[in-house]
């Protein structure tokens, strides 16, 4: 580019990284051939920390960074420090994958731990479209919540979601069940973390055009209707999150599990959320032996029935 010669160390010259477990090459190499900028260098370094101060000056109050981890890290503190010294702010970044089975997971979550910059949540992600898309049991749900607990120090601050403008949609292409779809919802919106829902799930859209993978993954909507049951438990539950700090704040306990139903609670002092979800369609449990932290008392389904809730007696 013309207003950056490349004189000027302005870029990084060391080629396309070959090795995605090599930290170095990560920070250090292009990503897939891009471009890859020298933050270190001080007019960079300026210009960047500038512009994301001007955008919170008007009005913008969190942001969310690509490709975290090809970015090198210490710079990425500053970055963070820079703009909580401005005002408040929260940052997300993508940092994938992000799950067990990554090389770099340790690095994932040191960085998470220690930058003030939270991460998507890929490996919920996972899970969610396994467990509600693929029929798996639910214990990689309950199994993924407890990995991530002991590894992020701020699981309440990871981003989560099941689908996005990265992968096919899970209803209409990994599944056509709706049912799996509300489920899936239910549960980002009542989990731990800070749900990200990709537009369009409330209208079941969908394109199984090349597996529904990108560009047909984020296609125009035609219509737009506030009728659905899924906007309809969007706006429910949002209305909870806004209402209910269990869900913004809380710890979160599994309470009952088996292959198609997981229960689990939500608790911030005295705010309780109690969350049961059952996959099967056809089949419904008995549940025994629940503990919860709900005073004694009996209540009604949040839902008023529109998942086919039922009301509990404590």
């Not at 909580?84 to 090389?103: C, I, M, R, V």
């Not at 306990?253 to 005295?270: G, M, P, S, T």
Request: net charge negative.
């Amino acid at each position: 580019h013309d207003a950056l010669p490349i004189s000027n160390g302005y870029f990084h010259h060391n080629g396309n990284i070959s090795n995605y477990d090599d930290r170095y090459q990560v920070q250090y190499d292009n990503l897939d051939y891009l471009q890859d900028l020298n933050q270190e260098n001080s007019t960079i370094d300026s210009y960047l920390k500038t512009a994301a101060e001007q955008f919170q000056n008007n009005g913008a109050d969190a942001f969310r960074l690509d490709a975290l981890k090809s970015v090198t890290w210490g710079w990425e503190y500053s970055f963070a420090n820079a703009i909580f010294n401005n005002k408040p702010s929260f940052l997300f970044g993508e940092w994938n994958p992000n799950n067990s089975s990554d090389a770099l997971y340790a690095d994932a979550y040191k960085f998470a731990n220690r930058s003030g910059i939270s991460e998507l949540d890929f490996g919920l992600n996972q899970a969610i479209r396994d467990v509600f898309g693929s029929n798996n049991n639910m214990s990689e749900i309950d199994s993924t919540l407890s990995t991530e607990a002991a590894n992020f120090t701020f699981p309440n601050n990871l981003v989560t979601f099941f689908d996005s403008q990265d992968e096919n949609r899970l209803y209409g292409n990994i599944t056509t069940d709706k049912n799996r779809l509300h489920e899936a919802l239910a549960f980002l919106i009542t989990c731990r973390g800070i749900p990200n829902i990709f537009y369009g799930d409330e209208q079941y859209l969908y394109n199984t055009t090349n597996g529904g993978n990108d560009p047909y993954n984020r296609v125009a909507m035609s219509s737009f209707s506030t009728s659905t049951t899924a906007y309809q438990l969007i706006s429910k539950l949002a209305a909870l999150r806004a209402s209910n700090d269990a869900l913004g704040y809380g710890t979160s306990q599994q309470r009952w599990i088996n292959n198609d139903v997981y229960i689990f609670e939500r608790q911030f002092y005295n705010d309780v959320v109690l969350v049961a979800i059952n996959k099967n369609d056809t089949t419904g449990y008995s549940i025994t032996g629940l503990n919860t932290a709900l005073p004694a008392g009996t209540y009604s389904d949040y839902m008023s029935g529109l998942l086919s809730g039922g009301s509990l007696t404590v």
